[in-house]
């Protein structure tokens, strides 16, 4: 277990984080969490799906970003290769902690967390630096969002809108790959919903959710891109 | 008289009043304002149910899921586990390391390769127990794992399952299911007389709550009273003390020492002098009992046994004790009235096998529920020759646990002595002389019991089929040691993924399952 602290300017005071290094956090995730008010500018790189949390097996929207356990396709040569990044990456190294998630925190082992480099948190009067106001930024729109996000699932539950998805994919190099345990939204039974129901996805501020979701999983043929063109790489590197 | 058949009832509140009840309106829509059927549940107010069976069969995921049932709601409210299977201990010789499973799921390749010949023919797999060499779910129960997990949807499985289950609660939950959602209608009221058509078919039933309650065919599901086809009819019982000597269940429950002890995920079936003990595991506590033939055995030694096999937290005064006759009817359904559950018999507890008899008489009435009373005669004729033979199969398997014991007391000897055995089980031990069990030896539309159940408990037992027969038949040895070397890594796997019973049980009422 990481060690994670509330972030203090008197301890702290000299404390900086390289926001590069900290994205190095997802760099072994094939699905990252994410929230609906992000989904417009997820829909531009990244497969919105659905997915089960392993612990609890409850729904979480995901940005999926690999084929396989471990697998990150956006991880590049120690970056990530994407103009937009989840808020759950941009929020690295820092988490909230306390009943109303009013503390700051910081983990203290991540690799991003330097005395030398980096950007600072505190300036020289103890101040805020705009890096750590607009972290805090990113962790309350995540927090709101999964609020958002918990009840937008539930509704599309509720509706039975919610279908498994499997991937069938065959890979320049011949192998097959497939990938379960995905779920998105039924176009079919979202276009045949009763009237009221529609309504109230829309009057929910959710039908924009929806289509993202939906568009974005034309991503899924850049994403098998991605994984072509490290396949070719590999092979360049160490031969057939 | 052709009229036409709009109108169910069942009487009775246990298990197999409420099944029948719940798969009949399901499967007939009784909640839509358009369905031609009602089903009405008539139950005593002072009778008590049963409630002791509390292990069921893999159908029964089947039959929850056709009435409509989440399996979420289903496990959180009758404090319902999984079961893999049973293991079998002391059994073949009563010796404390002697066990041996019978698993839920088919040996390994099953339809393409009969692993128990190469088991049986090749010493390098001989020395490995037959169901571990060939079923990876005898290690997900020994170490006391789940057979899915919490991603995996209601009633998704990847190890098969069935449930252990509170049959009280079961009935309870039932009921609100079935009167709530499907619409089956419930009355409270005692029965008293039964009111017959003049060409002797049940009109209505008397009742001193409720008056007259009419219908065109009705379920008598009055446990072993058998209220209906038993009492009104005359519809002689068949003894089968004679094959089956269970005659006697002593009852209890135990609480577990702490709430997060393992939980079993497999029945343990433990063998006594004159008889067995179940031990089952639910989310709260133990349910255990001990069966056993008043012949063999006095009432105290019996209890003497299960307070030593329950060990400390034993409450004597707590145990209940239940008659048990072993046999059925000798018809289970004549003119309108059908029997189902314990009024249409019970043989004993082994295998689950009362409760996965009303799951298939359930779904048999509900399925070919006859229109008009001229296409009843016809459907009952079917339900008879069909239950007839199922009865006749049970009998069979259930009698096979007992004849390859080793065991020295007179109750286990007695049991393999020649006229105890029904003449079709001889059969096939002849022809099991020679082959393993296979799909050829169960060709009817209305067997119970798979061919490899049979492996599991002759080879479970001990049983040795003379392996020179078949030997130059085996030529398929490298597809064999492939099966055998793939069920190794799946136990390797799947017991390396899943979680451990108690964890799942636990996340299930804690965040539920998803539907998909």
């Not at chain 1, 948190?121 to 999964?146: A, C, M, P, S, W």
């Not at chain 2, 269940?249 to 497999?266: F, G, K, N, R, T």
Request: include cysteine; hydrophobic fraction near 35%.
């Amino acid at each position: 277990m990481s060690q994670t602290v509330a972030l203090d300017k008197n301890h702290h005071a000299n404390l900086r984080v390289i926001p590069q290094q900290a994205q190095q956090h997802g760099a072994e995730e094939c699905l990252m969490p994410v929230v609906i008010s992000e989904f417009a500018r997820l829909a531009a790189h990244y497969p919105i799906v659905i997915s089960k949390n392993s612990d609890t097996g409850q729904f979480v929207c995901s940005a999926l970003l690999g084929f396989e356990k471990g697998e990150n396709l956006f991880w590049k040569q120690g970056q990530w290769d994407a103009a937009y990044k989840p808020l759950n990456v941009q929020r690295q190294p820092f988490f909230t902690a306390g009943s109303d998630n009013d503390i700051l925190t910081i983990n203290q082992d991540s690799p991003s967390v330097s005395t030398t480099e980096g950007e600072r948190l505190f300036d020289n009067n103890q101040q805020e630096t705009d890096y750590l106001q607009n972290i805090r930024t990113v962790l309350t729109n995540l927090f709101q969002g999964e609020k958002h996000s918990g009840n937008f699932i539930q509704t599309l539950e509720q509706f039975e809108l919610l279908v498994p998805m499997t991937l069938d994919i065959k890979l320049d190099n011949g192998q097959p790959k497939k990938v379960e345990g995905l779920y998105t939204v039924n176009e079919q039974r979202l276009s045949e919903l009763p009237d009221e129901h529609f309504l109230s996805l829309r009057k929910l501020g959710y039908l924009g959710s929806i289509y993202s979701m939906l568009t974005s999983l034309g991503q899924i043929y850049a994403l098998i891109e991605r994984k072509n063109k490290m396949l070719e790489t590999a092979t360049g590197w160490y031969g057939s | 008289m052709d009229k036409k058949i709009k109108s169910v009832v069942v009487v009775g509140g246990g298990t197999a009043g409420w099944i029948t009840a719940g798969r009949i309106a399901a499967e007939h829509r009784v909640a839509n304002s358009d369905s031609q059927i009602s089903v009405t549940l008539v139950e005593s107010p002072t009778t008590k149910i049963i409630g002791v069976g509390e292990g069921t069969w893999p159908t029964m995921r089947a039959t929850l899921s056709k009435m409509g049932i989440s399996e979420t709601d289903f496990i959180r409210q009758c404090n319902a586990t999984f079961k893999q299977g049973a293991k079998f201990a002391r059994w073949v010789n009563g010796d404390k390391e002697d066990f041996y499973y019978h698993p839920l799921m088919l040996p390994q390749g099953f339809s393409k390769i009969d692993l128990a010949s190469y088991w049986h023919s090749d010493g390098q797999y001989g020395h490995e127990s037959f169901s571990n060499a060939v079923c990876f779910q005898e290690q997900l129960c020994e170490q006391g794992l789940a057979p899915k997990m919490i991603t995996t949807p209601e009633y998704g499985s990847i190890a098969n399952y069935a449930y252990h289950l509170d049959a009280g609660k079961f009935a309870t939950f039932l009921h609100d299911h079935c009167t709530k959602v499907l619409g089956v209608q419930h009355i409270l009221a005692d029965v008293t007389a039964v009111k017959s058509t003049p060409d002797g078919d049940i009109a209505s039933l008397t009742t001193t709550e409720a008056g007259d309650i009419e219908g065109d065919l009705f379920v008598d599901c009055t446990g072993f009273r058998s209220l209906l086809l038993g009492e009104h009819y005359n519809i002689p019982f068949v003894d089968h003390s004679d094959v089956l000597f269970i005659d006697t269940a002593l009852a209890v429950q135990v609480p577990y020492q702490s709430e997060d002890d393992d939980i079993a995920c497999h029945t343990i079936s433990t063998g006594q002098s004159a008889g067995w003990i179940w031990d089952i595991g639910l989310s709260n506590r133990r349910g255990i009992g001990h069966v056993y033939s008043s012949r063999y055995n006095s009432e105290d030694n019996a209890r003497q046994e299960l307070a030593s096999y329950v060990g400390d937290g034993f409450d004597a005064d707590a145990v209940r004790k239940i008659p048990i006759k072993s046999g059925h009817r000798e018809l289970f359904w004549h003119r309108n009235c059908v029997a189902v559950g314990l009024s249409a018999g019970f043989l004993e507890p082994l295998e689950a096998s009362a409760i996965v008899l009303v799951e298939l008489s359930a779904a048999m009435i509900a399925e070919q529920l006859p229109a008009r009373r001229s296409v009843m005669d016809i459907v009952a004729r079917r339900f008879n020759d069909t239950f007839l033979y199922r009865w006749g199969r049970i009998i069979d398997f259930l009698k096979l646990h007992y004849i390859l014991s080793q065991r020295t007391e007179p109750f286990w000897v007695d049991n393999r002595r020649e006229d105890t055995i029904p003449d079709s089980l001889k059969e096939l031990m002849e022809v099991w002389k020679y082959q393993t069990p296979g799909d050829r030896d169960f060709t009817s539309n209305n067997e119970v019991f798979p061919a490899a159940s049979y492996q599991y408990v002759l080879y479970g037992m001990g049983f040795k089929p003379d392996a020179d027969y078949s030997r130059y038949r085996l030529d398929e040895t490298e597809n064999a040691a492939d099966q055998f070397a793939k069920n190794r890594e799946i136990i390797g796997k799947t017991t390396a993924a899943l979680p451990r019973h108690r964890e799942l049980i636990s996340k299930i009422h804690q965040y539920g399952l998803q539907r998909i």
